[in-house]
Structures are given as structure tokens and as C-alpha cells.
């Protein structure tokens, strides 16, 4: 079983940056055997697909609209997972959840077995 924590949302004016952290933990789990990804949901729409890194941090694939502005990476030796958001705009606001799933990185949400409880961003205009 793997367990996902993610933290850093909150309220930021438009411009502005956040760097959200997701912890990865289980008993028997082996964070470097995982493909992470980083999905958001804002009221009233399905979940969507934000960045992906591959196991390594060698390979990432970003949503058109976090190109350019997003950075997903991650640290192996910390088990933990970022995505550091600049430039952020108001439809940027959702809850950003971080998935885990063994192989590789996918952008799917349904491929994804393993998600954290959320962390609510807010960008005020």
C-alpha cells in the first residue's frame, strides 16, 4: 500500500508562486519504482491532468497549460515529489492531487492507483 501526503497549497495573489510537496510512504514501498503524477480538479470539473515525471526525474510531460510555468521534480533519496507553480492565474484555482503508479509515467488519471487526500490552491485576481 503507498500513501501519499501532499502539502504547500493556499492562497496566492494572481503572479504569484507556490511549490506544492507530495510524501510518498508504505511498508513495503520503493518510491524509485514510481511514475508521479500531479492532477487537479477545480469546482464543477473533472480532474485533469497537470505533470508527470518519470521514475528517474529524467523524463517529464506537462498539460499545455502548465508549460512554461510549472516545474514537476522530484527527490528519490527524500521520497518526495513537487511541482513549484509560477505565474499562477486564477483558473489555475483547484484542489492538486499527486498519484503514484508502478512504471511509467502516464497522464491518465484512471492509470493512476494510489492518490493523496488534496491540497486546495486559490488565486485571487
Known amino acids: 500500500q503507498v500513501q501519499l501526503v501532499e502539502s504547500g497549497g493556499g492562497l496566492v495573489q494572481a503572479g504569484g508562486s507556490l511549490r506544492l510537496s507530495c510524501a510518498a510512504s508504505?511498508?513495503?514501498?520503493?518510491?524509485?519504482?514510481?511514475?508521479m503524477g500531479w492532477f487537479r480538479q477545480a469546482p464543477g470539473k473533472e480532474r485533469e491532468f497537470v505533470a508527470t515525471?518519470?521514475?528517474?526525474?529524467?523524463?517529464?510531460n506537462y498539460a499545455d497549460s502548465a508549460k512554461g510555468r510549472f516545474t514537476i521534480s522530484r527527490d528519490n533519496a527524500k521520497n518526495t515529489v513537487y511541482l513549484q507553480m509560477n505565474s499562477l492565474k486564477p483558473e489555475d484555482t483547484a484542489v492538486y492531487y499527486c498519484?503514484?503508479?508502478?512504471?511509467?509515467?502516464?497522464?491518465?488519471?484512471?492509470?493512476?492507483?494510489?492518490w493523496g487526500q488534496g491540497t486546495q490552491v486559490t488565486v485571487s485576481s
Open positions: 508504505g511498508r513495503t514501498f520503493t518510491f524509485s519504482n514510481y511514475a
Open positions: 515525471i518519470n521514475w528517474s526525474g529524467g523524463s517529464t
Open positions: 498519484a503514484a503508479r508502478r512504471g511509467i509515467a502516464l497522464i491518465r488519471r484512471d492509470e493512476y492507483p494510489y
